[in-house]
């Protein structure tokens, strides 16, 4: 069986944008409202207070860059903006009696100047740097969910910190089969979720929690309600350094049936060796990890399967990539990897919202395998994983076996940074569309033959899907 990648808990789902006015065109300032980040280097600079100007920011740069902008109308994230603001508010019990939010028009430059007047002092009655930074933050995020788009994601920090030498992640030191969407949507997680892959010398298998074990609650609350996610429980497995808030996870052992309760702190994580480079399954028959599709990722998995082919003493018959736990990367690496199966074919387009769109196509430099195809898929594999499950079905590249794709899949993001030097603002300009110009972001792409993982056969570490795609190369 492939080994299951520990991945942190971040989060995110989709819904579809419905503009609600008729399209309006970024302004100049628009145009230069945030920075758009390049490669960088070094520490970066000591995070700042979010006030009325980086909301601003904010504001202007997802009307000039986000997928929506040009043609969504103002009002509904400024509404978005005001509601979050307000929400933060009550959860902090501040009362302000002049936080409504007044007549919009739908003119972009008219509706923020009167949405300043009533914000801008809103802040400022607020007692310390804190708090206001924390209003200004829910309401940059209220914006951001109100384009409903799995790809625009605010990223704020608050400090500068650094791990001790040695160690690379901090956490308890397992994945969750389940993950919230990156912008922290729960809406589409399933019951009952489990622990996938606990580390050995982690928090958690200090404490004795097992790969498998069917994760009930967290501190006496469920995950889950008449099987609706409860969304504040996610955040307790998503502690970053230095936070460390023990947690009491209730979870049931699928090899034996009993509940247990166990308390676990975060901590420091060891170093984690390289995923497997792949194994011969059956004659002629390969399985490779495809763990990412960040830069060097195609590469890792053609020269996994070079090795394989080396060892075996012919050409493969058939190839099983294990896409299940990629969590996607770059289309420059999935056109690599494509093309090891088809040439001369586009897989895929990143179209805006007005319909111009650009392909994506094989990268015919990658040497033809000419091997048979199983792409083992599931709720773990997202974005370009999603685009190049899609492909294999689009283009009859081969067969997929496990589970739907996560569908979390609008397109690449950029990142622009606001001028707290806290927060940054992820974003598309594009959506990935299907080689037949199929809409599969928020939906994923379903398996050919559904087999997925279940808790007993994680913690007794069998496979059925690559079973199941054995037989269907070998017969």
Same mark, same amino acid.
């Given at each position: 069986?492939?080994?299951?990648?520990?991945?942190?808990?971040?989060?995110?789902?989709?819904?579809?944008?419905?503009?609600?006015?008729?399209?309006?065109?970024?302004?100049?300032?628009?145009?230069?409202? %945030?920075?758009?980040?390049?490669?960088?280097?070094?520490?970066?600079?000591?995070?700042?207070?979010?006030?009325?100007?980086?909301?601003?920011?904010?504001?202007?740069?997802?009307?000039?860059?986000?997928?929506?902008?040009?043609?969504? #109308?103002?009002?509904?994230?400024?509404?978005?903006?005001?509601?979050?603001?307000? !929400?933060?508010?009550?959860?902090?019990?501040? @009362?302000?009696?002049?936080?409504?939010?007044?007549?919009?028009?739908?003119?972009?430059?008219?509706?923020?100047?009167?949405?300043?007047?009533?914000?801008?002092?809103?802040?400022?009655?607020?007692?310390? +740097?804190?708090?206001?930074?924390?209003?200004?933050?829910?309401?940059?995020?209220?914006?951001?969910?109100?384009?409903?788009?799995?790809?625009?994601?605010?990223?704020?920090?608050?400090?500068?910190?650094?791990?001790?030498?040695?160690?690379?992640?901090?956490?308890?030191?397992?994945?969750?089969?389940?993950?919230?969407?990156?912008?922290?949507?729960?809406?589409?997680?399933?019951?009952?979720?489990?622990?996938?892959?606990?580390?050995?010398?982690?928090?958690?298998? !200090?404490?004795?929690? !097992?790969?498998?074990?069917?994760?009930?609650?967290?501190?006496?609350?469920?995950?889950?309600?008449?099987?609706?996610? @409860?969304?504040?429980?996610?955040?307790? *497995?998503?502690?970053?350094?230095?936070?460390?808030?023990?947690? +009491?996870?209730?979870?049931?052992?699928?090899?034996?049936?009993?509940?247990?309760?166990?308390?676990?702190?975060?901590?420091?994580?060891?170093?984690?060796?390289?995923?497997?480079?792949?194994?011969?399954?059956?004659?002629?028959?390969?399985?490779?990890?495809?763990?990412?599709?960040?830069?060097?990722?195609?590469?890792?998995?053609?020269?996994?399967?070079?090795?394989?082919?080396?060892?075996?003493?012919?050409?493969?018959?058939?190839?099983?990539?294990?896409? +299940?736990?990629?969590?996607?990367?770059?289309?420059?690496?999935?056109?690599? *990897?494509?093309?090891?199966?088809?040439?001369?074919?586009?897989?895929?387009?990143? %179209? #805006?919202?007005?319909?111009?769109?650009?392909?994506? !196509?094989?990268?015919?430099?990658?040497?033809?395998?000419?091997?048979?195809?199983?792409?083992?898929?599931? @709720?773990?594999?997202?974005?370009? %994983?999603?685009?190049?499950?899609?492909?294999?079905? #689009?283009? +009859?590249?081969?067969?997929?076996?496990?589970?739907?794709?996560?569908?979390?899949?609008?397109?690449?993001?950029?990142?622009?940074?606001?001028?707290? @030097?806290?927060?940054?603002?992820?974003?598309?300009?594009?959506?990935?569309?299907?080689?037949?110009?199929?809409?599969?972001?928020?939906?994923?792409?379903?398996?050919?033959?559904?087999?997925?993982?279940?808790?007993?056969?994680?913690?007794?570490?069998?496979?059925?899907?690559?079973?199941?795609?054995?037989?269907?190369?070998?017969?």
């Amino acid at each position: 069986m492939t080994s299951r990648r520990w991945i942190p808990a971040v989060g995110a789902a989709i819904a579809v944008l419905a503009a609600t006015s008729a399209p309006a065109m970024a302004t100049p300032a628009e145009a230069t409202a %945030c920075v758009k980040q390049g490669p960088t280097s070094g520490q970066p600079p000591a995070p700042g207070a979010t006030t009325l100007s980086t909301v601003e920011q904010a504001y202007r740069c997802f009307l000039a860059h986000s997928y929506a902008g040009p043609v969504i #109308d103002d009002r509904v994230p400024l509404a978005a903006a005001f509601g979050a603001a307000a !929400r933060e508010l009550r959860e902090r019990g501040v @009362n302000e009696p002049g936080a409504v939010l007044p007549p919009l028009t739908g003119d972009r430059d008219r509706d923020w100047t009167a949405f300043a007047r009533r914000f801008g002092p809103l802040l400022d009655a607020l007692p310390d +740097r804190t708090v206001r930074s924390a209003v200004a933050v829910a309401a940059i995020r209220g914006m951001a969910a109100s384009l409903h788009d799995d790809h625009v994601v605010v990223v704020h920090r608050t400090s500068n910190p650094t791990h001790p030498p040695g160690h690379y992640n901090w956490g308890f030191g397992f994945r969750p089969s389940e993950l919230p969407e990156p912008n922290g949507d729960t809406s589409k997680l399933t019951d009952p979720p489990y622990l996938s892959d606990v580390g050995k010398d982690t928090p958690a298998s !200090r404490a004795g929690l !097992r790969t498998g074990d069917v994760l009930l609650a967290l501190n006496g609350v469920p995950m889950f309600t008449n099987g609706i996610a @409860n969304a504040g429980q996610w955040k307790f *497995l998503d502690q970053g350094y230095p936070q460390a808030t023990p947690v +009491r996870f209730t979870v049931r052992r699928p090899t034996t049936g009993k509940d247990l309760n166990v308390t676990v702190k975060p901590g420091l994580l060891p170093i984690v060796a390289p995923p497997a480079q792949g194994r011969l399954v059956a004659d002629g028959i390969a399985e490779v990890p495809v763990t990412t599709f960040q830069p060097g990722g195609a590469q890792q998995a053609l020269t996994a399967i070079a090795a394989l082919t080396a060892k075996y003493g012919h050409p493969l018959k058939g190839v099983i990539l294990d896409l +299940r736990d990629n969590a996607g990367g770059m289309d420059t690496e999935v056109s690599k *990897l494509l093309g090891a199966f088809v040439h001369g074919k586009t897989y895929s387009s990143f %179209c #805006d919202v007005r319909g111009a769109c650009r392909p994506q !196509r094989t990268d015919d430099s990658t040497p033809l395998l000419n091997a048979k195809l199983v792409a083992l898929i599931g @709720n773990g594999c997202a974005s370009a %994983c999603d685009a190049f499950a899609m492909a294999v079905k #689009d283009l +009859r590249l081969g067969t997929l076996v496990g589970d739907r794709t996560r569908g979390v899949a609008s397109g690449g993001a950029d990142a622009y940074s606001l001028d707290d @030097n806290a927060t940054t603002l992820m974003m598309p300009a594009t959506h990935a569309l299907g080689a037949n110009g199929e809409i599969f972001d928020g939906i994923g792409v379903p398996a050919d033959y559904r087999q997925p993982l279940t808790p007993l056969d994680v913690a007794t570490g069998k496979d059925p899907a690559v079973a199941k795609a054995v037989t269907l190369l070998t017969h």
